[in-house]
């Protein structure tokens, strides 16, 4: 019994938490900026107000957590694929499948993603989760030179990370179009992984990185 009531309070804060996070993507929908106080969260969520602070702390925990949601989906709809290939196949389609999931809802993922560059003074784990992303993606290293895989292991997801979220902020800025960012994206992840790979397949990655500068 006192191991359902706990089960019990369990789903029931898992479920408060995550009509916050609803609660936070709708407000981010209906507004033109990020801007919204937490009294109007917790009465979108229908929560008390103390709900919001209770689970996150913070308004910028919430955005933080909000992004890492994203990347929660990201990971989900890439394993749904059952994805085949090296790592630059795997790589490319993560960064595929990362991009449709921002432009799912580009507003929301726009106010998200540009509410991170702020200083708060409260770090969160959002470049961790990421990190663990694309080393999800690049798999077991297929493609890339027995030599260098202790090395692209602890470097390449990392920076990939960096990566990805480079061409996302200035897509969030205007700078990188709609249409642009895939491209974006795949041109600095070959870039990133050429000196790693085998050496047909740098061969390939060179040819992508041709392509998508139409030389």
């Known amino acids: 019994m ?11 804060r898992r479920a408060a ?22 009294r109007s969260l917790a009465a979108e969520a229908g929560v008390g107000f103390a709900t919001p602070f209770n689970h996150f702390g913070s308004k910028a925990a919430i955005m933080q957590a909000l992004s890492m949601r994203l990347i929660g989906r990201m990971e989900k709809t890439f394993a749904e694929t059952t994805p085949r290939g090296d790592a630059v ?23 998200i993603v540009g509410s991170l560059g702020s200083a708060t003074g409260e770090p969160g784990a959002v470049m961790g989760q990421s990190t663990r992303l694309w080393a999800t993606a690049l798999g077991d290293l297929k493609g890339i030179a ?70």
């Open 17 to 38: 938490r995550e009509a916050v996070l609803d609660a936070a993507e709708r407000l981010l929908e209906s507004s033109d900026t990020a801007d919204f106080s937490m």
């Open 89 to 111: 196949d795997r790589v490319l389609k993560m960064g595929r499948i990362a991009v449709n999931v921002l432009r799912d809802r580009a507003d929301v993922s726009k106010r």
């Open 146 to 215: 027995v030599n260098r895989q202790p090395l692209a292991k602890t470097l390449l997801p990392r920076q990939l990370a960096y990566s990805f979220r480079g061409c996302i902020s200035f897509w969030v800025a205007g700078e990188t179009g709609e249409d642009e960012l895939e491209r974006a994206f795949q041109e600095a992840a070959a870039s990133l992984m050429l000196g790693f790979l085998v050496e047909d397949r740098r061969g390939k990655a060179l040819t992508l990185l041709e392509k998508t500068v139409r030389l």
């Open 2 to 12: 006192i191991r359902d009531k706990s089960s019990l309070r369990e789903q029931n």
